[in-house]
């Protein structure tokens, strides 16, 4: 097994090599300007925290991954027992980028017309005839927090997901776009199961990220007490506008990565699959299934964004690194062994980031057709 500090080592120097400090397009004129803009992003992504610090209390993990995966054009799963402000987290959110938000509570009664809209019969006062004319649905917003979205049936849940990959929503024989940028986050909770409906695993392969939202610390909590129970309204001011953040989605795209860290990625999702031949013993032992070829995906374009936000050029393993828990915790199926030993898909992600080594950049060219 490579020891992962030498690894990371090794790493360093094949990421500070000469050529990877590239521009993000031809000409100095483009390089220059992408330059600039990136630099305005890493400001505007500072500021952006600050103004979300108004209203939450702590919670910078969980306000990174959800930028980073609005950035990359992906949609967030958020987990987490109530009262912890997730949804005051996305409307604050939609607030300072000055993007619509809507909330649609997920119930079991819900149908899919409830949250896409319908087709209304209406009559036209001038020509006195009836017409059918679509009445947007809530699904028709820049943020839409999908509560509870393990509460409705199946058949809800399809349409939403339906509109997440296809951005358009389709209602008898007519497609409707959604307004862009379209950033969805949906909320499970963790402890209430009886009367819920699982979204299947390829259901939960649409979102990008998982994020888990944990309990405040003591101290945060004490913050929270002080901030909530006056009279202060935290007064938020917009950083970017979504004409800006659908540049930025494209800007992500032209973020290179070195052959190295495709080949750290690609290896770090296949080595989740228990039916390689190479599949270590612990996975074979505590993974059912593993993630598909969108983990890797997501793990390249969540490491470019990443970069992109901390003012860099170019993405690195550790970027890769950083995307690993929310990107492989619900693409991974624990086995019934790894359950009743209370090894979660979290526990397996940490154990596969120890064990998967970091290629060197001449080893990795030699990999990659």
């Not at 809209?117 to 947007?136: I, N, S």
Request: proline share 7%.
């Amino acid at each position: 097994m490579t020891d992962p500090a030498n690894a990371t080592n090794a790493n360093d120097i094949a990421e500070t090599a000469p050529e990877q400090a590239v521009v993000l397009a031809d000409g100095n004129d483009s390089g220059s300007s992408n330059r600039e803009t990136i630099d305005q992003l890493s400001t505007a992504y500072a500021r952006m925290r600050e103004e979300i610090g108004k209203a939450i209390v702590g919670q910078h993990e969980i306000v990174d991954q959800l930028l980073i995966a609005l950035f990359s054009g992906g949609h967030c799963l958020l987990e987490g027992v109530p009262g912890l402000a997730k949804t005051l987290l996305v409307s604050t959110v939609a607030e300072i980028l000055e993007l619509s938000f809507r909330r649609i509570q997920f119930t079991p009664d819900l149908m899919p017309s409830d949250i896409t809209g319908t087709d209304v019969l209406q009559d036209d006062p001038e020509t006195r005839q009836r017409a059918f004319h679509f009445m947007q649905g809530p699904l028709f917003a820049n943020i839409v927090l999908a509560d509870e979205i393990n509460r409705t049936p199946p058949k809800t849940q399809a349409a939403l997901l339906e509109a997440m990959q296809e951005r358009r929503v389709t209602v008898g024989t007519s497609s409707y776009p959604l307004p862009q940028p379209f950033f969805v986050l949906a909320t499970q909770n963790p402890i209430e199961q009886e009367g819920t409906y699982t979204l299947p695993e390829a259901q939960l392969d649409r979102f990008m990220f998982h994020v888990v939202v944990d309990y405040p610390t003591a101290d945060e909590e004490l913050s929270i007490l002080k901030q909530t129970t006056g009279q202060n309204t935290p007064d938020l001011d917009a950083t970017l506008t979504g004409q800006q953040i659908l540049d930025l989605q494209q800007l992500v795209r032209q973020v290179p990565v070195a052959d190295h860290v495709f080949v750290y990625a690609r290896d770090l999702a296949r080595a989740t699959r228990p039916s390689e031949p190479d599949a270590r013993p612990f996975v074979k032992s505590y993974i059912a299934w593993g993630a598909g070829p969108r983990a890797g995906q997501y793990l390249v374009v969540g490491a470019k964004a990443r970069a992109l936000l901390e003012g860099r050029l170019h993405a690195t393993t550790d970027d890769i690194k950083a995307v690993a828990h929310p990107v492989l915790r619900h693409r991974i199926v624990t086995t019934f062994q790894a359950d009743s030993e209370n090894i979660s898909s979290d526990d397996l992600v940490d154990m596969l980031l120890r064990d998967v080594p970091v290629e060197l950049a001449e080893r990795a060219a030699s990999r990659v057709p």
